[in-house]
């Protein structure tokens, strides 16, 4: 079985600390990263400086991101307007996050479902109109879908609806995202049938998850347990969601794809650089906590990942 990790710590985790990476850390950290073999990074957002300075040179970053052979280059954007900036720029995935908590929703982008909605037809439309080869794929993230600090729990009815109507919007397909760390393992696997019953199969293969309460990698099982193949994770575990109150940690990577590769399951990772890779973060962010216990205890003695055995 493969597995697609991709690593959203250029956006999910920059977004969510005070200190502003210099430029040209940033593009060591992806560089490093995807030269470690990590096929898909989530290297900015397109929403204005105002809101995120840390990420108002997302376009430079995309520009150079996408000078990696084989990189899959992914951005998240609020809106049509940011989904424009992002295809002028070149990313290769774009996604769009729907709360399926409404009150998260207004919180998160200021706008209802009805308008988040609109904006994916706008964006879908748009992706519709360039080049068949030059399409990037499109992706709506039904957030807060565990669960919401400011709702609670959110009917199935409702998350089920949600996912038919990005679909219908245009959307390639829907992930699952769990904002504000609520999940837990029988949730996971109850909200994958659950959407995959709407959309099928192929409308839902990714997830992100976050490790608020420790059960992070237990559900990443779970996700893998119910079919789906490609997991988020952060390096050094950073970020979180600045617009859901408590909501914090996301995987770390290095831990991810430990058990990734003690399991048997191929990542196309070199793990033993990828740790090395903590170091960029280290010196270009110094004193901000880096989370993990497979860089902390190390590789187990004679460790040989399965997928090279």
């Known amino acids: 079985m493969d597995v697609l990790v991709s690593e959203v710590g250029p956006r999910d985790g920059l977004q969510s600390i005070g200190r502003i990476m210099p430029l040209e850390a940033k593009k060591a950290w992806i ?25 108002a040179d997302t376009a430079e970053v995309v520009a150079f991101a996408k000078t990696i052979p084989g990189l899959e280059v992914a951005v998240l954007v609020p809106n049509a307007r940011g989904a424009e900036a992002a295809i002028r720029a070149g990313a290769d995935k774009l996604t769009l996050p729907l709360s399926v908590s409404e009150t998260h929703s207004l919180a998160n982008l200021r706008r209802t479902h009805v308008q988040v909605l609109d904006e994916a037809k706008r964006i879908a439309d748009m992706i519709r109109d360039l080049p068949e080869g030059e399409r990037p794929h499109f992706e709506g993230s039904l957030s807060t879908v565990f669960g919401c600090t400011l709702e609670g729990a959110i009917p199935d009815a409702q998350v089920a609806r949600l996912a038919e109507s990005l679909m219908a919007a245009g959307c390639d397909e829907v992930g699952l995202s769990d904002t504000t760390g609520y999940a837990d393992p029988s949730a996971v696997k ?66 991810l794809v430990f058990m990734l590769q003690a399991m048997g399951l191929k990542t196309g990772i070199d793990l033993e650089a990828l740790l090395k890779v903590r170091s960029i973060l280290e010196e270009a962010l110094p004193g901000e906590p880096l989370y993990g216990f497979t860089p902390d205890a190390g590789l187990p003695l004679n460790f040989v990942p399965e997928e090279v055995r």
């Open 31 to 55: 560089a490093a990263e995807a030269a470690a073999g990590v096929r898909e990074i989530e290297v900015g957002s397109f929403v204005p400086a105002s809101v995120l300075p840390q990420l």
């Open 190 to 255: 109850r909200l994958i049938a659950l959407v995959r019953g709407v959309v099928g199969e192929k409308g839902l293969t990714g997830i992100h998850l976050h490790n608020t309460r420790g059960l992070g990698l237990a559900n990443v099982l779970a996700a893998l347990e119910a079919g789906l193949t490609t997991v988020d994770s952060s390096l050094g575990g950073i970020g979180g969601c600045p617009f859901a109150p408590g909501a914090s940690g996301n995987i770390v990577t290095e831990d």
